[in-house]
């Protein structure tokens, strides 16, 4: 049968979409029974195996291509890009979607029919063997489940890392220069590591991948390359403001402004530490115009490259000085973020070319000075100052401090505590707590942190008077400084942070997910710090409050009356769900009606962001009798703008007066002191307290 044939493939669809059908669920058990698999058994013969790389092959089916069956000359492994296809191996079937995995033996059968319009793979032809004898256990292992003869299929946790290996790969494969399939091998084992380190990982959390985690490590691994934040939310299969705005709700910072820090914090690492000409750093952080670089420089930095290179040979040379102590700061402890455009003109800077590079290499006045001074304040020291001040314990760390807290933690004992990277033994009462995202759901309790991330620590709600400010990434040598018995991060701030291993060195560390949702962060923060009681009569206090609420609300609001939430930017307006910015409070807490269309169109239909932005030309088709619009200094302009159109003018909330606005900042927030605040001023605003 040819299936190249539009009016055959059908026949040859219907046929084969049967089959696929009733043998997935053969295909199904075995895979699952293959996820169960040893993978520290098959990581032991892959590191005794040796690899050649045969081919690689990206095809794109369409038009009713398929691939008859046929005998894989070598093992393989075959990576969906695009679409879904049934692919059989050996006459099993396979439903393959994008990112999928298969696996499968030399002189295996592969066929593949595509089940959708087009289906796009890649498949490596490789060859390994054991050049060195086996001992008897890996002998064994080898014969019962040698990774290179088995036939296994599997969706990965994090599948995006396996596809841009791939892709790289294929690449450089079709260059046929040696050097660059001596590379195709590197990658090749780096994603055999790969699929091999998730699989397990997965086992262990199930689940579907994590979006941010997948940002932030590929940020942070490929940040010297160019990189469009088109093409990375292509990848991620998802739209480029549900990309920014999930990651700005974790990190605290759109992805572009935080590989625009990555590589800035890796150009002060080679200004420092290298005598590479400022175009050859340039160029290593991603950036091939300098001058463009430079301006970015300065703008995190407050120095350009040339400065900053200067301080930092003078730092080089006070060191020398075993008596001195640097006053000179390298790095900015707090580096300014800024939104950048890409169309801004370039700019030059007088002395930032590479001719600035090859100066004299003599010390300068500056540092002539700074050594005098320091040797002279060495010379001054008296003889029972002992050490540097660097040294000395501060107020707040002082040893009475310390000591006090591990005695506590020793009569209080630890317990075992199960997160979503393992178990971890903590404090029964943690007292000095470090976290990244939770800072209002442990100071409801009445524990203030030491120090959270620069995005939450801004949290209009919530005093964080004396809270240092770890950064984004967390930055460990600040953590340390703290000396914290918890660490509380979710898993936006992990990886990126150094890897959770690098955490849990400094202090015991759990990960734990975010609700978004008062009661349920409170109780499961009351878990953690020991404080249920406190946990529990917060959550009563709090029902006691929403049942206040709701009278005062009741007797003040008919009840056929509808609401809107809306916020408005330059690009289009949006219209919030019931998950943040007043719409839980509105909508679950007081049990106030949506306007319809928000109630089917985003509240019913099963959508995850928070928000969805529609068009001006349809916004009034969404706006309720009354309308709440979320302002801030972000998006003041654009409000201000849009009230001057005919469409704002003849929406029925203003008409009739009925338009309340609310700060963004603050109902952005969902930590129960931000929320408390919350139904505070929405229930002043609704029963007319606020006038």
């Known amino acids: 049968m040819d299936g190249n044939s539009l009016g055959q493939r059908t026949i040859f669809d219907i046929i084969t979409g049967r089959t696929c059908s009733y043998r997935l669920h053969t295909a199904d058990f075995k895979r699952e029974k293959e996820l169960t698999m040893d993978w520290d058994e098959q990581i032991l013969l892959w590191n005794q195996a040796a690899v050649k790389i045969m081919d690689i092959r990206h095809r794109l089916l369409t038009g009713g291509e398929a691939v008859h069956a046929y005998k894989l000359p070598t093992t393989a492994f075959l990576l969906a890009a695009q679409g879904q296809a049934c692919v059989k191996i050996d006459g099993k079937a396979h439903m393959m979607r994008r990112f999928h995995v298969l696996h499968s033996g030399k002189d295996g059968t592969l066929e593949i029919v595509p089940t959708a319009d087009k289906f796009a793979y890649y498949l490596v032809f490789y060859k390994a063997l054991f050049p060195f004898p086996l001992g008897p256990t890996l ?37 046929e220069k040696g050097l660059d399939h001596l590379q195709v091998k590197a990658l090749f084992y780096g994603f055999v590591h790969e699929l091999l380190r998730q699989m397990p990982e997965k086992e262990a959390k199930g689940g579907s991948p994590d979006l941010v985690t997948q940002i932030l490590r590929y940020i942070d691994e490929h940040y010297e390359e160019s990189i469009a934040m088109e093409d990375l939310a292509e990848l991620l299969d998802c739209s480029i403001s549900y990309m920014s705005r999930v990651f700005k709700a974790q990190v605290g910072t759109s992805p572009i402004d935080y590989l625009i820090q990555i590589r800035m914090d890796r150009a002060r690492e080679r200004l420092a ?40 040979e003078i730092q080089r040379e006070v060191q020398h000085i075993p008596s001195a102590r640097s006053t000179l700061s390298i790095v900015s402890e707090s580096p300014f973020l800024y939104s950048i455009d890409e169309n801004e003109n370039h700019y030059y800077e007088e002395g930032d070319t590479e001719k600035a590079m090859y100066r004299d290499k003599k010390t300068s006045l500056a540092a002539v000075m700074l050594l005098c001074l320091t040797l002279l304040l060495s010379a001054c020291q008296t003889g029972g100052n002992q050490g540097s001040p660097a040294n000395q314990p501060s107020a707040a760390q002082s040893p009475s401090t310390h000591a006090g807290t591990k005695d506590s933690n020793k009569a209080d004992g630890t317990r075992v505590y199960k997160h979503l990277r393992g178990e971890t033994a903590i404090p029964k009462q943690p007292k000095r707590i470090v976290t990244a995202f939770h800072v209002g759901q442990p100071m409801a309790l009445g524990v203030k942190p030491l120090g959270s991330s620069t995005y939450i620590l801004q949290n209009p709600a919530i005093d964080t008077k004396g809270m240092e400010d770890l ?16 660490i509380i991060l979710i898993d936006a701030y992990v990886e990126s942070g150094g890897g959770y291993d690098a955490f849990s060195k400094i202090a015991p560390t759990i990960v734990i997910e975010p609700y978004y949702d008062p009661v349920k962060d409170i109780a499961l923060m009351g878990d953690i710090l020991g404080k249920e009681e406190e946990a529990k009569r917060w959550t009563e206090e709090f029902e006691k409050k929403i049942v206040a609420a709701k009278k005062q609300v009741n007797e003040a609001i008919p009840a056929n009356e509808t609401f809107t939430i809306v916020s408005f930017f330059e690009k289009s ?18 049990g106030l009606k949506p306007q319809q269309k928000v109630l089917s169109d985003l509240i019913n239909s099963g959508q995850k962001p928070p928000y969805s932005e529609v068009s001006a030309e349809v916004l009034s088709e969404f706006i309720g009798d009354n309308l709440f619009v979320a302002v801030n200094d972000g998006n003041r302009a654009a409000f201000e703008s849009f009230k001057k159109t005919g469409i704002w003018n003849n929406l029925g909330a203003v008409k009739n007066g009925k338009v309340y606005t609310i700060d963004y900042d603050l109902f952005l927030q969902s930590d129960p002191i931000a929320v408390t605040k919350q139904v505070d001023l929405l229930t002043n605003i609704l029963t007319g307290k606020n006038k």
Not at 148 to 168: I, K, T
Not at 573 to 590: A, E, F, H, S
Request: zero cysteines; aromatic letters at 14%; proline letters at 6%.
């Open 139 to 175: 002998s064994r292992l080898a014969e019962q489940s040698g990774p290179f003869h088995a036939s296994y299929h599997v969706v990965p946790q994090n599948p995006f890392f396996l596809y841009d290996s791939m892709r790289r790969m294929e690449r450089l494969w079709r260059k």
């Open 471 to 486: 950064g984004v990434p967390l930055n460990l040598e600040k953590i340390t400084s703290l000396d914290p018995d918890l």
């Open 573 to 590: 307006p949006r219209v919030y769900r019931d998950q943040n910015m007043g719409g839980n409070i509105l909508y679950k807490y007081l």
């Open 273 to 312: 530490s290298t005598e590479w000409s400022i175009q050859k750093i340039a160029q290593s952080v991603g950036y091939a115009d300098v001058y463009y670089f430079s301006r970015l420089f300065k703008k995190q930095s407050g120095l350009s490259p040339i400065q900053f290179r200067k301080r930092a």
